[in-house]
Structures are given as C-alpha cells and as structure tokens.
C-alpha cells in the first residue's frame, strides 16, 4: 500500500513553490534562482529516488527516508524564501511586549547570557547542542530508513509542515528578532560567551525588515528569530516522534532539554519564545495525528472494499 499522506504532502510542497514564484515574479526579488535551483534538483532527485524504493525495488523504508529528505530539503528553502519575502509585509515589531513577559514571568534574560560567562563548558554544550539539532530530524528519518519500517517519516514530515506554517504565520503578523534587539550585554561579558547567534546577526535582521531582503541566496540567507520558537517546537516534535524509535527515544530526550535550553542563551529567544514554541508543536502533532490517522483510515477502507468483491 503506497502511503496516501505523500499526496498531501506533495500537494502542500507544490502550493508552497507556486507561491513562492508568484511572489518573486510580483514583488521583483533579487533571488540567486541557480543556486536554489541546484537545490530543488537534489530534493527532486531523493522524491524520485523514492518512488524508484518504493514500486521498483519493493523497500517501503528506503523509500519513506528519500522521501522525507527530499521534501525537507525543498519544503526548508521555499519557506526560508517566503520568510524573506515576508519581510516586506510583516506586521508591527513584539520584541518588547515579549521582554516585558518574560520579566513579568520573573525571567531575568540579562542574567542568563552573564551567567553563561562563568560557566564556559555548560555553554559550549549549549552552543554545540543548539547547532546540531537542526539535523536530528534527518537523522531520524535515517534512521528509521536503516533500521525499522515505522513509517512515520511522512507523519513527521507533516508535523514540520504544520508547525513551520503556524511559526511563520505569527511571525509575519507580529514580527520579532529576539531578545538581543532589546537588551545590550556589557562588553567583556560579551567577549567571553561563544554564540551560535548574537547581536550582530539580530541587528541584520532588523535591518532587512528595514530596508527590504536584497539579494536571497541560500549561500547567506539566515534563520529568524522570533516568536514562537521554531527551534523548540521542532525539538519537540522531533522528540515525540523518536519516542518510537528503538534505542533513540531516551537520547532524543536528554538532547533536546539541552536544546531547548539553550534557545534563550544561544538563539538569543525571548523565554516566552520557547513556551510560544511548546504550544506550536502540541498544534503541530494533534493535527497530524488526526489527518494522518484519517487519511490512513480512509485509505484501508478503499482498499478494503476490492478485496471484499473479490472475496464474494
């Protein structure tokens, strides 16, 4: 039974690109076309590398894993552009009814980043952890590939769909860029606390919601920071997913409290971002659970219905 949930998924990429082009096409953008074309080729090649796993070669596994890394790859750089794009459009700056949140919470933001400065080890940890989890659901699907026939790359692919729409829809409503826009961290204390991101790469993008995108490359395009925190709610999503997987569910765990940790310090969040992030994640798996599970159902009863005539 081919898995009915990459027809949505298919669907949802191809929604996606289609906007992305009538965007550019409209609003005049400065889009490096070859280098993310060169992109668009490789996650078509593993789509159809999956196709060949799946009805040719009879290994549904295979099939799911190139399945999953090639959408990713497509879905991650269309929605990175469109954030871009978004920027021309974005409603007012939150960042600091956020911070007046987080204190209201008795979240002392300034405090984190210094306490960081005597504890150096901790803070590569952070930092470590923070970089390597945007590959964790890649090693999830993977391994998932390699090692069992759980088949839920596609569940987990549509989890990330969800979640990555919701966090880009709040942001372009209620932009934000993290709480290094709001505080300043004294010099030395700065020097001495190795960032994944800092207040440079902030202060960029304030001015590209400024002053326009320029020129989109994938060579130099950045992530943004904001509310809620799409760091968290895939750390989270991708944790819930794991949890299935045998020998990874426990690792999953202990990595990703680290992650989610580390999001205020390394990320330069807000607090009320990665709790922001939570719900986004909890919305995230509840709908993919209710379509996956219905589309499934509905699948087998299609199928069920020939093999009853047939019977008969």
């Not at 090649?45 to 190139?66: Q, T, V």
């Not at 007046?100 to 400065?117: E, I, K, P």
């Not at 700065?190 to 207040?199: D, F, P, S, Y």
């Not at 765990?253 to 719900?279: E, K, M, R, W």
Request: with cysteine; proline share 5%.
């Amino acid at each position: 039974m081919s898995n009915p949930l990459r027809a949505i998924l298919l669907s949802v990429l191809g929604t996606i690109v289609t906007v992305e082009i009538v965007w550019k096409t409209l609003g005049h953008f400065d889009v490096d076309m070859p280098s993310y074309g060169l992109l668009a080729g490789c996650g078509l090649a593993f789509l159809l590398s999956s196709a060949f796993y799946e009805h040719i070669r009879k290994d549904p596994s295979i099939g799911s894993m190139l399945f999953g890394l090639g959408f990713l790859l497509i879905f991650a750089a269309s929605v990175n552009v469109i954030s871009y794009f978004g920027l021309t459009i974005a409603g007012p700056r939150i960042d600091g009814p956020l911070a007046a949140v987080d204190r209201a919470m008795g979240v002392n933001w300034m405090g984190l980043m210094l306490f960081t400065t005597s504890h150096p080890a901790l803070n590569f940890a952070f930092k470590f952890a923070y970089r390597l989890s945007i590959y964790e659901t890649l090693f999830l699907m993977i391994w998932w590939g390699l090692s069992d026939h759980s088949r839920l790359t596609e569940r987990l692919c549509l989890a990330l769909v969800i979640g990555g729409a919701a966090t880009v829809t709040v942001w372009l409503l209620t932009p934000s860029f993290g709480a290094f826009t709001v505080y300043t961290i004294p010099p030395t204390p700065a020097l001495k606390i190795a960032l994944a991101l800092n207040a440079d790469y902030a202060n960029t993008l304030l001015h590209l919601w400024a002053h326009g995108p320029g020129h989109i490359s994938p060579l130099t395009v950045k992530g943004l920071v904001g509310f809620p925190s799409f760091h968290a709610a895939q750390a989270i999503i991708a944790t819930w997913y794991a949890r299935k997987a045998k020998y990874l569910f426990v690792p999953f765990v202990a990595f990703n409290t680290v992650v989610i940790l580390s999001t205020p310090i390394q990320g330069g969040h807000h607090v009320v971002d990665v709790i922001g992030g939570f719900g986004v994640a909890a919305l995230a798996i509840w709908l993919a659970t209710l379509i996956s599970n219905r589309v499934m159902a509905v699948s087998a009863g299609k199928e069920a219905i020939p093999a009853l005539a047939a019977a008969g």
